[in-house]
T-cell receptor
């Protein structure tokens, strides 16, 4: 079993829809949680960064961490075709630099 | 543009060969990380250097090695290449603050194809 599980999709939704992306993890010691966006043939770029539990909002993006359930989510409101990309969750331990990534979910927003 | 540069963009080589991938971190970043991305394994951490010293090791094969030079650029050396080494190799950099997980910025990657 992988440390971080993420449904690879693909996920296809119409423009303007609310998108929900999720990851589950097995290591309860993870403290830092991130979402990266990766466009085709590009490197991952950081979207959201959360420490421990709670919610964080940045524009149309909201990240949620539920440590009791070992479950993290990324919500995208008013989705745009430019949001079409692969979304990767990542997490790390306190004091550690190594990131453990999910498999990535391939998202397509249809105009 | 993340500020992390990687060369070359593409590399095509044969089994058994050796290649070197190069990474220049963002200005001011002391930590460099190497990751491998393949279709079946996803993005996997290989190794981290901080200010010239190895800091953490992940799923890096013995055939692979890396180093970070005094000017902070890093090289990943892959030898005795096998078909299964074909993948995207990413370099990331961060400030490298001890005791917490600081933001890693990824380069554009090097696509390695082993024939």
């Amino acid at each position: 079993q992988k440390e971080v599980e993420q449904d690879p999709g693909p996920l296809s939704v119409p423009e303007g829809a609310i998108v929900s992306l999720n990851c589950t993890y097995s290591n309860s010691a993870f403290q830092y949680f991130m979402w990266y966006r990766q466009y085709s043939r590009k490197g991952p770029e950081l979207l959201m960064y959360t420490y421990s539990s709670g919610n964080k909002e940045d524009g149309r993006f909201t990240a949620q961490v539920d440590k009791s359930s070992k479950y993290i989510s990324l919500f995208i409101r008013d989705s745009q075709p430019s949001d079409s990309a692969t979304y990767l969750c990542a997490m790390s331990l306190q004091g550690a630099q190594k990131l453990v990534f999910g498999q990535g979910t391939r998202l397509t927003i249809n105009p | 543009d993340s500020g992390v540069t990687q060369t070359p963009k593409h590399l095509i080589t044969a089994t058994g060969q050796r290649v070197t991938l190069r990474c220049s971190p963002r200005s001011g970043d002391l930590s460099v990380y190497w990751y491998q991305q393949s279709l079946d394994q996803g993005l996997q951490f290989l190794i981290q250097y901080y200010n010239g010293e190895e800091r953490a090791k992940g799923n890096i094969l013995e055939r692979f090695s890396a180093q970070q030079f005094p000017d902070l650029h890093s090289e990943l050396n892959l030898s005795s290449l096998e078909l299964g080494d074909s993948a995207l190799y990413f370099c990331a950099s961060s400030v490298g603050d001890r005791g917490r997980s600081d933001t890693q910025y990824f380069g554009p990657g090097t696509r390695l194809t082993v024939l």
